[in-house]
């Protein structure tokens, strides 16, 4: 059955009238009455007791008016509920971050939620490649904050700022009293790397390679937070975003940058360019570029 036939066979029972459902419908009265013989004939039931002085339902047709009536209403309610996110955006937004972010996007976050209180907001770590694209083209969330370079024809992704990398090294390794360490003072150290798939793992052995070094890997991990708490043990060294240490009150590791590398990361907001962005999520990426 179509939802037109429900409509109109609706239309009748409501009007009790075949006449004044046609004028409602702006439909002629045989059309009307061709259509309900169709849906009639489609479902193998009687629903109007032509027979009758009055319009009357069968038992058949009671029922199945009931269920109409449902089934119209929650149309209706779906296309009040689409043209409002088409206007307003929906009342619930949900972003992928980078760990890194996590230092300042709580303040764009707060400046948006002062104008836009009743917006629930949904914040993931999303920190691979293949959980970025897969989270964006599943529409799981609506933007990412990543650094990842997506090369995906369905993704947009915008860089919004670069941060330097910086080296971490325990207070028991054995480092130059300079401000700063080159690549070739970390060849011979036990070092801590992202696992495969993640763009910063991508960057930094990059720069290794470039410097002739092949680093002594000795873990892989997911989060720069392992990563700190594994230089604090003194099982290793690593390289993570200026921006993850900058903040951190207690620091027991050396904060190194490292000098003539060019060891630098793009972080770029992210969306899926074939699905819709309601005003309000574009608001949000637009205050996230503002913020830089």
Same mark, same amino acid.
């Given at each position: ?29 045989? !059309?009307?009455?061709? $259509? %309900?013989?169709?849906? /009639?004939?489609?479902?193998? *039931?009687?629903?109007? #007791? ?7 339902? !069968?038992?058949?047709? $009671? %029922?199945?008016?009931? /269920?109409?009536?449902?089934? *119209?209403?929650?149309? #209706? ?216």
């Amino acid at each position: 059955m179509e939802l037109r036939e429900l409509q109109y066979f609706v239309t009748i029972v409501e009007n009790a009238s075949f006449t004044i459902a046609a004028e409602m419908l702006h439909i002629t009265q045989p !059309t009307l009455s061709a $259509t %309900i013989k169709k849906l /009639e004939d489609r479902i193998s *039931l009687r629903l109007l #007791d032509r027979g009758a002085r009055d319009i009357r339902l !069968t038992n058949e047709g $009671t %029922i199945v008016y009931q /269920e109409a009536k449902k089934l *119209l209403n929650h149309y #209706d309610h779906v296309l009040e509920e689409v043209e409002r996110l088409r206007v307003q955006g929906p009342p619930e937004i949900a972003v992928g971050m980078i760990e890194s972010a996590k230092y300042w996007l709580p303040d764009v976050l707060a400046a948006f939620k002062q104008q836009h209180p009743d917006v629930h907001l949904k914040i993931y770590d999303i920190l691979s490649m293949h959980n970025v694209e897969k989270s964006l083209m599943n529409f799981d969330i609506h933007l990412a904050v990543t650094n990842q370079y997506l090369d995906h024809p369905e993704i947009q992704a915008d860089p919004i700022y670069e941060e330097d990398l910086v080296a971490l090294i325990p207070h028991t390794f054995d480092v130059p009293n300079d401000d700063h360490v080159t690549i070739h003072d970390l060849k011979d150290t036990p070092f801590i790397v992202c696992k495969e798939g993640y763009q910063t793992r991508a960057d930094i052995l990059n720069a290794f390679r470039k410097a002739g070094i092949k680093p002594d890997l000795q873990f892989e991990i997911e989060r720069f937070e392992t990563a700190c708490s594994l230089v604090e043990k003194g099982l290793g060294m690593t390289v993570v975003p200026k921006n993850y240490v900058t903040y951190t009150d207690e620091q027991h590791f050396f904060i190194k940058p490292i000098k003539h590398s060019h060891l630098s990361r793009m972080v770029y907001v992210a969306t899926n360019s074939n699905r819709y962005l309601p005003p309000i999520v574009q608001e949000l990426i637009a205050q996230v570029k503002r913020h830089f």
